[in-house]
């Protein structure tokens, strides 16, 4: 958008056109912003299911901040608990990347809300998913 030339925002045009390269499968980028305009609303509708749907596919191809996304949303996603293990599996893989106080500090808050099933669940989880992020890459 350029205000001087009058150009007009669309930002449904906008998602579209990512939503169409996010579906290639070729662009981890477009796949993260696909992810963040469903989950803001931007140019579609607000969807929980499809933003993790999108960040999962950015993630997967080793997309940090995706991760870290996913890591947080399933923590937060108030389900009865049930993806407190994927939750718990993302952020461990997110900070296995390198350390972020912030993200240290919400992953150990995680850890004291969980069951030591569901902790254990989460570790499982943590190592097949790094495994298909890996074959993926």
Request: proline share 1%; aromatic share 10%.
């Amino acid at each position: 958008y350029n205000g001087m030339f009058g150009v007009t925002k669309k930002p449904e045009a906008g998602f579209n056109i990512l939503k169409l390269v996010a579906d290639s499968g070729e662009k981890t980028l477009a796949m993260k912003a696909v992810g963040e305009a469903y989950l803001s609303g931007i140019g579609t509708i607000k969807n929980t299911t499809n933003s993790l749907k999108y960040f999962n596919m950015a993630a997967m191809r080793g997309d940090i901040e995706s991760q870290k996304k996913l890591g947080i949303l399933y923590s937060t996603i108030d389900d009865d608990n049930r993806n407190q293990p994927l939750g718990y599996a993302w952020l461990l893989i997110y900070q296995s990347h390198g350390y972020d106080e912030d993200m240290y500090k919400f992953t150990n808050e995680q850890e004291k809300l969980i069951t030591k099933q569901d902790k254990s669940k989460g570790m499982k989880l943590t190592n097949e998913i790094s495994k298909k992020i890996h074959s993926i890459q």
